[in-house]
């Protein structure tokens, strides 16, 4: 009931590509939905975030598309870049608790 | 500083041995977290500590594992008779209170056990 599946674990994508990362959860009573980003070495930093009231959202190359009916949501990174190479973990929580559960994570590469 | 700070930054230890790791939230912030990420892996929720609300602990793996926050700021991470695989990053985040508020991490703790 607490899960977030995050698919794929691996990515590797060109220059200029578009990157896509999907994850799914059971829980309905999630409300928010962030995305990290994990450099070798740092702690997770907020990327992006979405809130079930909407479909997408988007800020420079970045868009989270949100279905609510399907408990799905992704990440797309558009135009990317070498330095976007890093690894993506989505997350869910419910307002009530605030309590972050995150996916497993995707490691991207973005090849020259 | 500004962030949320961590000590040590690496920790190597014998089997067998009890650890602490530290955590120094933002100030203000009242909601913290600790997370273990094993290498290659995603983060594994171990405890959750919401302003004056009993910590939920549903994420600790064994009765090893304790953590306290005194006066709502710091937070020690305990593991007791530390195992092999144990061996992993902890990290702690804070947030304020309240839905859909970011999380701040800070850099984590390597532990190695030995």
């Known amino acids: 009931q607490q899960q977030v599946k995050q698919s794929p674990q691996s990515l590797i994508v060109q220059k200029g590509g578009i990157s896509i990362i999907n994850c799914a959860y059971e829980?309905?009573?999630?409300?928010?939905f962030p995305w990290y980003q994990q450099f070798p070495g740092k702690g997770p930093a907020l990327l992006i975030a979405?809130?079930?009231?909407?479909s997408e959202k988007k800020e420079g190359r970045f868009t989270i598309s949100f279905n609510k009916s399907a408990k799905q949501f992704s990440l797309h990174i558009m135009d990317s870049q070498p330095g976007d190479s890093a690894t993506y973990f989505c997350?869910?929580?419910?307002?009530?608790?605030?309590?972050?559960?995150f996916g497993q994570g995707t490691t991207l590469q973005v090849k020259p | 500083g500004a962030g949320v700070s961590q000590s040590p930054s690496n920790k190597v230890t014998e089997k067998g041995k009890d650890v602490e790791l530290r955590c120094d939230p933002i100030?203000?912030?009242?909601?913290l977290y600790w997370y273990r990420q094993s290498l290659g892996q995603g983060l594994e929720f171990l405890i959750y500590f919401q302003g004056n609300s009993a910590p939920d602990k549903s994420g600790l793996p064994s009765d090893r594992f304790s953590a306290e926050r005194t006066g709502g700021s710091v937070s020690t991470l305990t593991i007791q008779r530390t195992q092999q695989e144990d061996s992993a990053v902890y990290l702690c985040?804070?947030?304020?209170?309240?839905?859909?508020?970011?999380?701040?991490f800070g850099q984590g703790t390597r532990l190695t056990v030995v």
């Open positions: 100030s203000g912030h009242t909601a």
């Open positions: 979405i809130r079930p009231d909407v």
């Open positions: 997350a869910a929580s419910t307002g009530n608790t605030g309590k972050l559960i």
């Open positions: 985040a804070s947030s304020l209170m309240g839905p859909g508020t970011e999380a701040f």
């Open positions: 829980n309905t009573a999630f409300d928010y």
